[in-house]
């Protein structure tokens, strides 16, 4: 069955760049979402699609997906950023299915 | 703005059937997909199962054979049934929403299910 790899963990800077990994075979030719989740809330839709962004979310997070590999970029990351950022893909097969990634916890230092 | 809400089931016994439904408001019913998702304990989240206002599903493979679920316009509620369950169906479960059925733009705030005798 279809697996995507996250690290388990990202430390960044204040105002620094975060670039949180999606790994998966030959993820470039789907369409990948990212979520937000804080503790305790619901996860956020934040990237879907590979790169579009939902209202209301801003413009320092944007995205990548290409050969094996997708890519969370959070540009002048904020305290308010520390949270798990889950990747997800819709799987094509027989027996369509939803397929979320571990979740990445992105610590602002 | 799509708004979501589990009922709340609290504990339920091993080998006892989990109902959760999910009140939709906000929307109309017809204009979304309306998906189950869960998180276990540890943090993992598994996509549960799907409807769409005809009462077409998709359903996850892992658990449907135990699994139900149904969609009631007129009440603008979505129900879930999970037969036969373990500790391992301990988990948060959320009702969520997408305009197409490969990702989900509104989540409800979450129900805690417990399963233990």
């Known amino acids: 069955s279809f697996a995507l790899t996250q690290p388990p963990s990202l430390s960044v800077a204040p105002g620094e760049t975060a670039s949180i990994h999606c790994g998966g075979d030959n993820i470039g030719s789907k369409g990948v979402q990212w979520y937000q989740q804080k503790p305790g809330l619901a996860p956020v839709l934040v990237i879907y699609y590979n790169v579009d962004r939902p209202s209301g979310i801003p413009e320092r997070f944007s995205a990548s997906n290409s050969g094996n590999t997708a890519t969370l970029t959070i540009t002048r990351v904020e305290v308010g950023d520390e949270a798990v950022y889950f990747c997800?893909?819709?799987?094509?097969?027989?027996?369509?299915?939803?397929?979320f990634g571990g979740g990445t916890k992105l610590t602002v230092l | 703005q799509v708004h979501l809400q589990e009922s709340t089931p609290g504990l339920v016994k091993p080998l006892e059937t989990l109902s959760l439904t999910c009140s939709v408001s906000g929307a109309s019913m017809r204009s979304y997909y309306w998906s189950w998702i869960r998180q276990s304990p540890g943090g993992e989240l598994e996509w549960i199962g799907n409807i769409y206002y005809s009462g077409s599903t998709k359903l996850n493979p892992s658990l449907k054979s135990r699994l139900t679920i149904s969609i009631d316009t007129s009440k603008n509620q979505f129900t879930l049934r999970l037969t036969s369950v373990t500790a391992a169906d301990t988990a948060k479960y959320y009702c969520?929403?997408?305009?197409?059925?490969?990702?989900?733009?509104?989540w409800g705030q979450g129900a805690l299910v417990t399963v233990s005798s």
């Open positions: 997800q893909v819709w799987q094509t097969t027989r027996d369509p299915v939803v397929v």
């Open positions: 969520a929403s997408g305009v197409v059925s490969t990702y989900f733009e509104s």
